[in-house]
């Protein structure tokens, strides 16, 4: 009988150090020669799962770049990132290749050795987050970056899947009970316009579940998931940088609204961050350009979400915002409401 194949599960992932020189000899074996050592790292968000580490990447023709190897990622990231950043060693430095919205890809594979782990060897990054030294550049490049994937993802032709919402009933219900309570700030004034929005939120909920499906999203935008290539060559920040979208494990299919109401929302009581900038519009301007659908009467849609969204905030407030972000979300409310006719 031969022996059974090892099982990935019983990999020891509690120490991400320990794991990266565990599968150093794997990881060198499947890359190829290309690969230089590999100094594997802990960040301070690490808690075990996965190892990283910083190397160099050697062409055939000499050259070399610095990189990183990640492994394992999720299935996922891995099949994502390999779809829309894999760059020919003739095309790395050319700028179709080298201003692209995802990390370039050197190397990557759904297994290692024996294991059934994926693993990737990406570009590293010199520059930074987005959210580092967020100002309207970085905004305006977030949101191209943001456009940039759905179009780059469309021509991928991966087939779509169906649409994810959180239970917004459960939601929208726990809020209200905790404006009945008193136990959110204006909790009076919340109370209010949650009896008004009850009334509309399901019309809202019917219209936003029945939305067209008709692109991939990069699922988690924010500027800490956003990465400068290089770092700033003068006093004037990153101005004229187009940055990289990282974290590609909540790639999913939705309208391609999505990613940048979920932008939006982050800045709520915050707005003026936002520099007078409409996300969606420049999302939406981009798809057309690019020749991709974009619906006449998608505004009522975005109207639709908003109350559905802003209505849940005091439900959310633990884990997303603060104090001033529920008085955005507040105000946002009373904006839908009245655009929808409550």
């Given at each position: 009988?031969a ?21 150093t ?17 802990r ?73 059934d ?80 929005a ?6 809202a909920?019917t ?48 309208h ?19 520099c ?41 407030l ?13 105000e ?11």
């Amino acid at each position: 009988m031969a022996d059974p194949q090892p099982n990935a599960a019983a990999l020891d992932t509690s120490d991400s150090l320990v794991l990266g020189a565990m599968l150093t000899p794997l990881v060198h074996e499947a890359a190829g020669a290309g690969l230089g050592e590999v100094e594997w790292f802990r960040t301070s968000w690490q808690r075990g799962g996965a190892a990283t580490g910083f190397a160099t990447w050697t062409f055939d023709n000499g050259n070399t770049v610095p990189c990183m190897v990640k492994v394992p990622v999720g299935p996922v990231e891995r099949r994502w990132a390999a779809a829309l950043g894999y760059c020919c060693e003739n095309e790395w430095d050319d700028p179709r290749c080298a201003t692209i919205s995802t990390p370039r890809v050197l190397a990557s594979a759904d297994a290692l050795g024996p294991y059934d782990l994926c693993w990737l060897i990406v570009e590293r990054f010199e520059g930074g987050t987005v959210a580092q030294h967020f100002d309207e550049h970085a905004l305006r490049a977030l949101i191209h970056a943001a456009a940039d994937f759905q179009i780059r993802a469309e021509r991928s032709h991966h087939p779509y899947g169906s649409a994810f919402d959180p239970d917004w009933a459960k939601a929208h219900e726990h809020a209200r009970q905790l404006a009945h309570d008193g136990g959110i700030p204006d909790s009076q004034h919340w109370n209010n316009a949650l009896k008004h929005a009850k009334r509309l939120l399901p019309e809202a909920l019917t219209t936003w579940k029945a939305r067209p499906v008709n692109a991939w999203l990069h699922g988690d935008l924010h500027p800490a998931n956003a990465m400068w290539r290089h770092q700033p060559d003068n006093g004037h920040g990153h101005a004229g940088q187009k940055c990289a979208l990282i974290d590609l494990g909540m790639v999913r299919a939705g309208h391609w609204s999505e990613d940048a109401l979920y932008l939006e929302r982050q800045f709520w009581g915050r707005m003026d961050r936002l520099c007078g900038i409409k996300p969606v519009s420049e999302v939406a301007r981009a798809r057309r350009q690019a020749g991709l659908p974009v619906e006449d009467d998608y505004v009522r849609l975005l109207d639709s979400k908003r109350l559905i969204a802003s209505a849940a905030a005091p439900a959310n407030l633990d884990h997303e915002g603060d104090v001033r972000y529920l008085k955005g979300s507040l105000e946002v409310l009373e904006r839908s409401l009245r655009a929808l006719g409550g």
